[in-house]
């Protein structure tokens, strides 16, 4: 089977053609393999060009970064090399290889093998295709493990029995393929994966790569049916130990926050921590300690995480009865973490909460036209004092007593005149 690659943007296929070519130059064997050969099959468009070579990937990427202007970075314990450009992304030679896992769970130790050992290595069948990039035949389709079946017939299929022991993070990527391709588990892989869980294999990866694959989850579109699938495989124990989540639990996260990583707000490529905020509601303080240890979880992700096991938030009691003005709002909330309000909004079903949430927002985009020299000229010289009414003119910017920079200037000029008037007193 050949494929083309008419489908892809010019950047895309100039990319393949330029691998392509170098590799002819260098006679050594080049493949796209991994995502994109999935999806080029199904026809869905991707651009991470995944690239393994029969050989010497470091000395390749080397070379392809002089020949186009690229910047190269080794990684000689991986076996891998990327080429970057400032404007124009970045492209993967991996050199092909074996991956030995001498302890369940843990990460493997990877020495130099050929495509075969590459492919087998891999998660899924699907995930298990490469495609030829050497000129004669550029294209070609290499599937060793059936994987065009399991695509034609909609199947996440596992290379062999041990994999999900092997590698338990595997038992979440199968979910979230499944899920996001609308495809099902093979027969088998979900006979293994149910006594790979019960057999507790997820116990033996650390918590941060757990937390990894979640993040990834949470991040998808369909990230609701996703963590649905997931409490039904009892795939989270991991995360919230005897801690359990109810099926109205999950019911409330499908409802509430569909298609969160296509919000217009700031924080959507965040809209992760908001499923896992939610998922651990009621897990002990203890596991949620030994979260807060995790490098993966970044200081605003953890601040949010912790301000609402501590109900922080519950100024929102007063938030929900009435609208505030703007400035009120401000200050209640300044100090809690973004993630936090954005999670309180998408909870909640008070449209007064909403409300005072949205100016809440507003506010932050609020800015002076007048700065601190304005009013040192007006006589306000010490920066504490000059700090605070330039706080105060914003909050009367925010509650829309004030519009124009002479509006600012009038109101700095009464204020002044009143504060100087009261320190002379
Ligand atoms: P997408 O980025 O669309 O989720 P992808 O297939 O590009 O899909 P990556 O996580 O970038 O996913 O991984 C690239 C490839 O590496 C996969 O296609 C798969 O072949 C392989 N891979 C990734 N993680 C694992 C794993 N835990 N076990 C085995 N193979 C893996």
Redesign the pocket.
């Known amino acids: 089977m050949i494929i083309q690659f008419k489908q892809y943007d010019s950047v895309t296929r100039r990319r393949i053609k330029q691998i392509q070519q170098l590799a002819a130059k260098q006679q050594v064997g080049c493949y796209l393999?991994?995502?994109?050969v999935?999806?080029a099959l199904l026809r869905i468009k991707?651009t991470?060009l995944?690239v393994i070579v029969d050989g010497d990937a470091m000395a390749l990427a080397r070379a392809f970064a002089r020949e186009h202007n690229g910047k190269v970075t080794v990684y000689p314990d991986f076996l891998t090399a990327t080429v970057s450009w400032d404007q124009a992304g970045s492209l993967d030679f991996t050199t092909a290889r074996q991956e030995i896992y001498k302890k369940p769970g843990a990460l493997p130790r990877v020495k130099q093998g050929d495509l075969r050992a590459d492919l087998f290595?891999?998660?899924?069948t699907v995930?298990?295709m490469a495609l030829q990039l050497t000129s004669s035949s550029r294209g070609t389709l290499i599937d060793h493990y059936g994987g065009m079946d399991d695509l034609r017939c909609g199947r996440i299929r596992i290379l062999h029995d041990q994999s999900f022991k092997d590698?338990p993070?595997?038992m979440i990527?199968a979910v979230?393929?499944e899920q996001r391709l609308g495809f099902q588990m093979h027969r088998s892989t979900l006979q293994c994966l149910n006594k790979s869980v019960r057999q507790g294999a997820l116990r033996t990866i650390s918590l941060d790569r757990y937390i990894t694959e979640i993040k990834?989850v949470g991040s998808e579109f369909k990230a609701p049916e996703m963590i649905g699938r997931m409490r039904r495989l009892a795939l989270f124990h991991r995360l919230v130990g005897t801690a359990a989540i109810s099926k109205a639990r999950i019911h409330r996260i499908q409802q509430r926050y569909q298609r969160l990583n296509e919000s217009a707000r700031s924080e959507a490529g965040e809209c992760w921590v908001i499923y896992l905020i939610e998922l651990l509601r009621n897990v002990s303080t203890a596991r949620r300690q030994e979260l807060m240890k995790c490098s993966i979880l970044s200081k605003g992700q953890k601040q949010a995480i912790t301000q609402f096991a501590k109900c922080k938030l519950e100024t929102k009691v007063v938030l929900k009865q009435k609208k505030m003005k703007p400035s009120q709002v401000f200050v209640l909330l300044k100090d809690n973490s973004s993630l936090l309000v954005w999670h309180a909004y998408l909870s909640t079903a008070s449209a007064i909460l909403k409300d005072n949430l949205e100016s809440y927002w507003n506010a932050w985009n609020v800015k002076l036209k007048i700065d601190g020299h304005d009013l040192n000229r007006m006589g306000l010289s010490q920066g504490r004092q000059v700090g605070a009414m330039l706080e105060q003119l914003k909050m009367k910017k925010m509650d829309g007593e004030i519009k124009s920079k002479s509006d600012e200037l009038k109101l700095a000029r009464e204020l002044i005149k009143q504060e100087l008037g009261a320190s002379n007193e």
Not at 33 to 36: D, L, R, S, Y
Not at 121 to 124: E, I, P, S, T, W
């Open positions: 393999v991994g995502g994109f999935r999806d991707s991470d995944d290595r891999r998660d899924f995930n298990a590698d993070t595997r990527r979230r393929y990834k």
